[in-house]
C-alpha cells in the first residue's frame, strides 16, 4: 500500500496557502472600498449622481474635470449639471447666456479630454465679479485670466475661442 500521507499534508498545506490569499484579497478590495467611500463621503466637493441619462455618460467616480463635455456648477455648495459630452457652440452660449449671472455663482466647463478644461465662473454681484481659467492637469498648467470678463458675452467669447481652438481666449488676454 501506498503511504499517501505526505502528499496529503502537502495538498493540505496548498489549500490553506490559496485560501489564504484569496481570503486577503477580499480583505484588501473590501478595505480599498470602503477607504474609497469615506474619501468620497468626507470630500465637499463631490458631486451627487443624478438621474439624467445624460449624467451617466460621465463614468462612476470620475471628478468633473475628467469626463469630457460641457458642464456646469451652480450655487455654493455646488450642484452639478452635465449639458452633453459633446456640445456645439450654439450649445455653450445658450447654456451661459440662459444662466442667472446676477442672482448666482457659477461655473461653465468645457473637458476637452481627461484633465483639460476651460472655465468661466463668478457672478455679476459686484462684489464676486467673473473669471475665466484654463487647467491642463497632464501639463501641471493652471491659468486665470488677469483681466476678468465684465459680460457674460464675454464669457461666450472666450468659451467659444477655446471650443474652436483658435488660441484667441489666450492670444487677446493675459493669463497667468
Known sequence: MVD?????GLLIKVGIGIGAVVIGYVVVKIISSLLASVVVWSNPGAQERSDSPTDAKQGAGESIEDAPGLHVLSGLPSEHRFID???????IRSTIGDL??????HQVLLVTSPGVCFAVSGSLDPDHGLSSS???AKKGVDLVIKEPPTTVERMEELMVSFYYGDGQWKRRNVYE
Open 85 to 91: 459630452n459633446n456640445p456645439t457652440e450654439k450649445m
Open 4 to 8: 499517501l500521507s505526505p502528499w496529503l
Open 100 to 105: 442667472d449671472w446676477f442672482g448666482g455663482f
Open 134 to 136: 484654463y487647467h491642463d
